[in-house]
């Protein structure tokens, strides 16, 4: 069956970095976009990122522009996300999603990991 | 950005009424309108998407409709598991993907 499991997240202070991972598993992950998504505590939800699925595309959130990176190493099975210039406004869980077609990203997901969170506090 | 307004923010109903959601955006997305489940610590759950196609396990008291710039979830009868937080996307022009705020359907 298709898992997302999300790991890096806790407590960093601000201005400080952060890598997440979502390992995959159960399909065939090269074949596939993965996102990004994330929600503050309390709030919804908010789109941050994707890549395509041979890695050669990228899109952010303006909110994140400039500050976090995604990658992802189909060898592996894994998709990252580097998150630098922390701010407080970033606190929130992140999950990774699998977009739900094959191929080039379609821009909504079928799949979803149980999230880490990510804490931005001094 | 297209940004996407859900309504009520809450509503409450009783198991086996009948729920209608709203989203409107702010521009045309055709039918490109996906809505999403989520229960409190759990991750979202795709529902429908573009507008009126159930997800794959998703039960038929679940239904979309809509195109432009307005949209519904109805769910024919509420059943215990159903009271949870609904939201729309659009995926009709990205990025960015864009999100309504959510609209928490809860016990009366």
């Known amino acids: 069956q298709v898992q997302l499991v999300e790991s890096g997240g806790g407590v960093v202070q601000p201005g400080r970095s952060l890598r997440l991972s979502c390992a995959a598993s159960?399909?065939?992950?090269?074949?596939?976009?993965i996102h990004w998504v994330r929600q503050a505590p309390g709030k919804g939800l908010e789109w941050v990122a994707v890549m395509s699925s041979d890695g050669n595309n990228e899109y952010y959130a303006d909110s994140v522009k400039g500050r976090f990176t995604i990658s992802r190493d189909n060898s592996k099975n894994t998709l990252f996300l580097q998150l630098n210039s922390l701010r407080a406004d970033d606190t929130a869980v992140y999950y990774c999603a699998r977009d739900a077609t094959i191929g080039w990203p379609r821009g909504y997901f079928d799949y979803w990991g149980q999230g880490t969170l990510v804490t931005v506090s001094s | 950005e297209i940004v996407l307004t859900q309504s009520p923010a809450t509503l409450s109903l009783s198991p086996g009424e009948r729920a209608t959601l709203s989203c409107r955006a702010s521009q045309s997305v055709s039918s490109y309108l996906v809505w999403y489940q989520q229960k409190p610590g759990q991750a979202p759950r795709l529902l429908i998407y573009?507008?009126?196609n159930r997800a794959t396990g998703i039960p038929a008291r679940f239904s979309g409709s809509g195109s432009g710039t307005d949209f519904t979830l109805t769910i024919s009868s509420l059943e215990p598991e159903d009271f949870a937080v609904y939201y729309c996307q659009q995926r009709s022009n990205w990025p960015p993907i864009t999100f309504g705020q959510g609209t928490r359907l809860e016990i009366k």
């Open positions: 159960g399909f065939t992950f090269s074949t596939y976009a």
């Open positions: 573009d507008a009126s």
